[in-house]
């Protein structure tokens, strides 16, 4: 799949489906194994049928891995969900992928504060 979110219809998409994910995260804690999760970015396809959610999960979380795995087996509820919050004709396919951006902050403070 190949993203490229430069035109307004793409980036609108994207932001409507990342407040909605977030308020679906919200309400139903349950899908994440209480978990606190971010979504840090949604990135939609040319033609609005797919979108990659970027997820950020606690550093203290030891189980990433498996709560993107339940996230993307709970992907069709959370679609059903995301449909009474959005005025959408047709909802994406959502994919979701760990966001190591926050990751790669931390270690990189910590290494020019060890300096």
């Not at 308020?23 to 396809?45: F, G």
């Not at 959408?88 to 902050?105: A, V």
């Amino acid at each position: 799949m190949i993203y490229k979110s430069e035109n307004f219809r793409n980036l609108k998409v994207a932001s409507v489906l990342n407040r909605a994910v977030s308020k679906v995260l919200m309400q139903d804690i349950y899908l994440v194994s209480s978990h606190l999760v971010t979504v840090s970015k949604v990135e939609v396809s040319n033609d609005i049928r797919n979108a990659t959610v970027f997820i950020v999960v606690p550093q203290n979380c030891s189980n990433k891995e498996d709560i993107i795995q339940k996230l993307n087996d709970s992907s069709y509820f959370i679609r059903k969900e995301i449909f009474s919050y959005v005025d959408l004709r047709y909802i994406p396919r959502l994919y979701f992928k760990l966001d190591h951006c926050f990751d790669n902050l931390v270690r990189i403070n910590q290494i020019l504060e060890s300096q």
